[in-house]
Nanobody, 123 residues
Framework: VQLQASGGGVVQAGGSLRLSCAAS????????MGWFRQAPGKEREFVAGISWSGGSNYYADSVKGRFTISRENARKMMYLQMNSLKPEDTAVYYC?????????????????WGQGTQVTVSS
């Protein structure tokens, strides 16, 4: 399984970015996916997750109401729309998928990872 994250960049506080994750290598529709992030000196943390069908999603409290996760199974794509960005959202963002249909919240429960894309929010 290969995952390719893109869409990061530098944005001012209050701005928006849309991250994309392209998947290849196996059937896309059977597996849950998620976005994680890692800031300098901190552990990688869960941001948002989406079930295999897209019918269920879950967000970390820190991004709830500002970020939206979605997926297009026909195109093997996942997205993270990030609005009202804050300086504390600055991190490398990773997309990941797991060998199961349901959302999980821990890095250890995801089997495949993309390379990460940098998001920098200036104040």
């Amino acid at each position: 399984v290969q995952l390719q994250a893109s869409g990061g960049g530098v944005v001012q506080a209050g701005g928006s970015l849309r991250l994309s994750c392209a998947a290849s290598g196996r059937t896309f529709t059977d597996y849950a996916m998620g976005w994680f992030r890692q800031a300098p000196g901190k552990e990688r943390e869960f941001v948002a997750g989406i079930s295999w069908s897209g019918g269920s999603n879950y967000y970390a409290d820190s991004v709830k109401g500002r970020f939206t996760i979605s997926r297009e199974n026909a195109r093997k794509m996942m997205y993270l729309q990030m609005n009202s960005l804050k300086p504390e959202d600055t991190a490398v963002y990773y997309c990941a998928t797991r060998d199961g249909p349901s959302i999980r919240y821990h890095t250890s429960e995801y089997n495949y990872w993309g390379q990460g894309t940098q998001v920098t929010v200036s104040s």
